[in-house]
């Protein structure tokens, strides 16, 4: 445990608002990666991230957005254009390179629709 | 196409009976997996992969290349083994490494 941090915990989205969900990682890991978790369906990749300035289109990107201008940091943002956003988000960086490496997850955040 | 098959939603035993959760894979390539659970109120973590070839909380999983299978047995369940769990394929492609995961298994261990 430890070295990935997710916030907030919980977070309540309006109607038609943006939000944003933090991840820090202290593991100097340069690959860090988003997914949402719904019941039945497993984890499903959003968006991940190989270096700093980079990042690619997971399975279901549509309707939220990331930055990655520093290496500790990976915010997502769940955009008004994502209809259906109530899932637990999962964030993950992941340690080695090229092809080997192990991921390693943070505690999740809750998005709820009010 | 690359995809991770958990044909069961959920697994209910007793203690001390023997637990195996199944996982199927298709992919082009050598397949690297992973075993993932996540206790209640708990984050993802990583349970084992097949490279390692270890044992952990008395589970083990072997690749079986020929039945494309990733299977995961404990001989006697022990209460505490109540959790979901996620097997986990690795998919390199273009420089870019990311995991593709089943649907998850919820084991359920009763006493």
């Known amino acids: 445990d430890g070295g990935i941090t997710q916030s907030p915990k919980y977070l309540f989205r309006k109607e038609g608002q943006n939000v944003t969900l933090s991840c820090e990682q202290n593991?100097?890991?340069?690959?860090m990666y988003w997914y949402r978790q719904d019941p039945g369906q497993g984890l499903r990749l959003i968006y991940y991230?190989?270096?700093?300035?980079?990042?690619q289109k997971g399975d279901i990107a549509e309707g939220y957005s990331v930055s990655r201008e520093k290496k500790e940091s990976f915010p997502l943002t769940v955009t008004s254009a994502q209809k259906n956003p109530t899932a637990f988000y999962l964030c993950?960086?992941?340690?080695?390179?090229?092809?080997?490496?192990?991921?390693?997850f943070g505690p999740g955040t809750r998005l709820l629709v009010l | 196409a690359q995809r991770v098959t958990q044909p069961e939603k959920l697994l209910s035993v007793f203690k001390g009976a023997p637990v195996e959760l199944k996982c199927n894979y298709s992919?082009?390539?050598?397949?690297?997996l992973f075993w993932y659970v996540q206790y209640s109120r708990q984050r993802l973590q990583l349970l084992l992969r097949?490279?390692s070839r270890e044992s952990i909380k008395g589970f083990t999983a072997d690749l079986n290349k020929g039945e494309t299978s990733f299977h995961l047995k404990k001989p006697f369940a022990q209460e505490e083994d109540s959790a979901m769990y996620y097997c986990?394929?690795?998919?390199?492609?273009?420089?870019?490494?990311?995991?593709?995961f089943g649907a998850g298994t919820r084991l359920a261990v009763h006493p």
């Open positions: 993950a960086s992941r340690s080695g390179t090229g092809s080997g490496g192990t991921q390693y």
């Open positions: 593991l100097n890991h340069d690959a």
């Open positions: 991230s190989q270096i700093v300035n980079d990042f």
């Open positions: 992919y082009s390539g050598s397949p690297e």
């Open positions: 097949h490279i």
């Open positions: 986990a394929l690795t998919s390199f492609s273009g420089g870019y490494n990311k995991l593709i």
